[in-house]
């Protein structure tokens, strides 16, 4: 911002905290959020930083800090790690308990545990005679990075357990930085002139995922254990019956562990605890983001297991989002896979909710004329869950005038062909994608903002009617380097390719070498070794993770890992899904919609060239372990009556789980039908045909 233009915002940011000051004190009808009246306060105070002839006061800036990449060991988590599926209000909250009621026999009653979640990095310690042998972040959830060394520098980490310990302990936690510690690093990084963290989160991923343990070491790191891996609850050693029991072994053991923590014999008393949390969160030593509800009892955590990369038996509540004011600088359009045309509005950086915003999607044009949104407008934005950032209100008394109004082009941004209006209808909606900008960077988390969120529904899209548009390539392209995990080629590097002509597909990717990069300007010899040893070093690639690169509509991580369990070979896949109607309608977890689009896709000549060139250019295929045969494998349950101890759905889930097959009606073929309370004509079949007949108990024994 020019200086006449500081100015001129200062004065109008002045006198719009002087109107809002007055509506809180003295009126007292307060028109804005704090967040917002903060907010507007912060960037006055930086802009008087910025220019200090206005006048003089401190003001802290912030911005992000820069993510180091480095290369650990890879290590496999003997146990999942698993993430946990948020609820924003106390009505998302009971819905949760409406469905594990459910699920759990009725009327069941339970305790809740509950205890503060940590804003850090979630970290796997490894004890073996009391020892710590290894410590590892949490990777995708199944593979971690081993950084024991740096873990070892945090003094809170005991290196020796106190006794009576188990053999084998997994200790599992949060790695993090007290605010405190945050603040004075920032301090140094202004006088060094270095970037700024962001929040605690950043310091603790950052100084844990670096090779140098003193730098951890002088980052002053602390630990806070929440979770003792159980593998079966039945049996495990420490005799722990719920989780406030491991709260309290991990104490003995020598673990820090919060004390703020509460068991709850119901949800009142759980929100109670959310609501004492929330008073003194913002004085809280270390940054939070929310409160995590558990069911206590393991035996029932047990029976409500895992869907998808979450527990059933847990939630993470959320605090309402933060919000934040900054300018909207520019409104730039995206094109999506699809070609769909995505306007985004551009800001100046500011924080919410502990991380910097630029940037936040529009959807489409129907949201920027609901919110009389301009050009050079000051906004207020609220990041939904904390991690989608959005634009919610315009402050039209900020305007000076120069405001502009935005259109949509009439041609596409990418290649210029001609933009088509379309009327979407519902049908439309499904798979209809947002294609955003939010492409994830090298190093960079996967967010649900760069994920591609589906767009909201909308009277009205604009798409680019070209075809061939490589906006939509360069999408695909950015989608599959991702999932390859190719980091070097972030979304610059892959546009750059393709104008130089070096690639015209992801296969060429596997074809480039150190003589085609290293003339390019701006890439040199090392950076070119760099990519092309990268990209080698890539070429070995799950099945699973493959179906999940080769875009298939539906099939996202999770159903392609299913895919993979269920075929194995990419081979079996494609011979099953052509000849063999049978066998591919009996796949768990995928459904017809999946398979539609599969069999679609896998029917496309282009697309069987692109995985032949693919394999061609070097990409090895590594089989996917087939699901491990379960010992209920080869046998068919028949369930009839009420269950006392569990819903039929989770019988059936359990079954499953253990390679058994349930099917609706007995016959010779059926192994055994287990027979719950007032059980129908199911159990006389079954005496008549001699079919063994378990009771809940005995069913109970077998899946153990
Ligand atoms: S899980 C039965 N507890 O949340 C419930 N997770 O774990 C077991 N996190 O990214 C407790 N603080 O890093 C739990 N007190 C806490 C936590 C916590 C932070 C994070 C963790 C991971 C995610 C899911």
Same mark, same amino acid.
């Given at each position: 911002m020019e200086k006449f233009e500081a100015k001129k915002r200062i004065k109008k940011l002045r006198s719009e905290i002087a109107r809002l000051r007055s509506a809180y004190h003295i009126e007292n009808t307060p028109s804005v959020t704090d967040d917002v009246y903060d907010s507007l306060t912060r960037e006055l105070k930086d802009l008087i930083e910025k220019y200090p002839e206005f006048r003089d006061e401190n003001a802290s800036e912030n911005r992000v800090a820069g993510k180091p990449l480095d290369k650990f060991v890879k290590v496999e988590h003997q146990t999942r790690m698993l993430s946990l599926n948020d609820a924003f209000s106390y009505e998302e909250l009971y819905d949760w308990e409406k469905r594990i009621k459910k699920l759990l026999s009725q009327n069941a009653s339970f305790d809740y545990f509950c205890e503060v979640k940590f804003d850090g990095l979630a970290v796997s310690l490894i004890y073996q005679d009391g020892k710590f042998v290894r410590g590892a972040t949490r990777g995708d959830g199944f593979v971690g990075e081993d950084i024991t060394e740096n873990l070892k520098t945090i003094n809170s980490i005991p290196l020796l357990l106190e006794k009576p310990y188990p053999k084998h302990l997994e200790v599992r936690g949060e790695a993090l930085v007290s605010k405190k510690t945050l603040e004075k690093l920032n301090v140094q990084n202004t006088k060094e002139g270095k970037q700024l963290f962001a929040n605690t989160r950043n310091v603790a991923a950052g100084s844990l995922r670096q090779l140098d343990p003193q730098l951890a070491k002088d980052r002053h790191l602390d630990f806070v254990a929440y979770d003792i891996v159980v593998a079966n609850p039945a049996k495990n050693s420490l005799a722990l019956k719920n989780h406030s029991k491991k709260h309290e072994s991990l104490r003995l053991l020598g673990f820090k562990v919060e004390k703020l923590e509460a068991k709850c014999e119901n949800l009142e008393e759980a929100i109670a605890f959310i609501q004492k949390f929330e008073k003194i969160r913002p004085d809280f030593p270390y940054g939070t983001d929310g409160i995590v509800i558990a069911v206590d009892d393991l035996k029932l955590q047990n029976i409500l297991g895992v869907v998808g990369k979450a527990p059933r038996y847990a939630v993470a509540f959320k605090y309402p989002a933060e919000k934040a004011t900054t300018v909207v600088k520019e409104i730039l359009v995206n094109v999506g896979r699809t070609g769909v045309l995505t306007p985004l509005a551009i800001f100046e950086p500011t924080l919410v909710a502990g991380s910097t915003v630029s940037k936040a999607t529009l959807h489409n044009m129907d949201q920027i004329e609901r919110l009389d949104l301009r050009i050079g407008d000051t906004v207020v934005i609220e990041k939904a869950g904390d991690v989608i950032p959005k634009v919610v209100?315009? &402050?039209?008394?900020?305007?000076?005038?120069k405001e502009k109004k935005f259109k949509m082009p009439t041609h596409c941004p990418t290649c210029g062909g001609k933009v088509e209006k379309r009327e979407i209808g519902e049908k439309a909606e499904n798979g209809f994608r947002a294609g955003l900008a939010g492409v994830r960077g090298p190093g960079e988390p996967r967010t649900r903002e760069n994920h591609s969120p589906l767009s909201s529904p909308s009277s009205v899209a604009y798409y680019c009617s070209n075809s061939k548009c490589s906006a939509k390539d360069e999408r695909y392209l950015e989608h599959f380097v991702s999932v390859f995990e190719i980091y070097e080629l972030g979304p610059k590097i892959l546009s750059r390719f393709k104008d130089e002509g070096l690639i015209t597909d992801a296969a060429d990717i596997f074809t480039l070498n150190k003589e085609d990069i290293a003339p &390019?300007?701006?890439?040199?010899e090392k950076s070119a070794e760099n990519i092309i040893e990268e990209i080698k070093n890539k070429k070995n690639i799950p099945l699973s993770r493959f179906l999940w690169a080769l875009g298939i509509l539906h099939v996202g991580e999770e159903t392609a890992r299913d895919l993979a369990a269920h075929f194995g070979t990419l081979d079996k896949l494609m011979s099953a899904i052509n000849h063999d109607q049978g066998e591919v309608d009996n796949i768990e977890n995928i459904g017809p919609a999946v398979l539609k689009s599969v069999s679609d896709f896998f029917g496309n000549k282009n697309n069987l060239n692109f995985i032949k060139k693919l394999e061609k250019n070097g990409v090895v295929i590594e089989k996917s372990e087939k699901k491990k045969k379960g010992k209920l494998s080869g046998q068919n349950f028949v369930l009839t009556g009420t269950l006392v101890t569990m819903s039929r759905e989770i019988a059936k889930e359990k079954i499953l789980a253990l390679g058994g097959k349930v099917v609706g009606s007995v016959s010779k073929n059926t192994s055994y039908v287990v027979a719950g309370e007032d059980p129908g004509s199911k159990l006389k079949n079954a005496e008549k045909l001699g079919v063994k007949i378990l009771s809940e108990k005995e069913f109970l024994g077998f899946i153990e």
């Open positions: 209100e315009v &402050l039209t008394r900020m305007r000076t005038g &390019l300007e701006r890439f040199g």
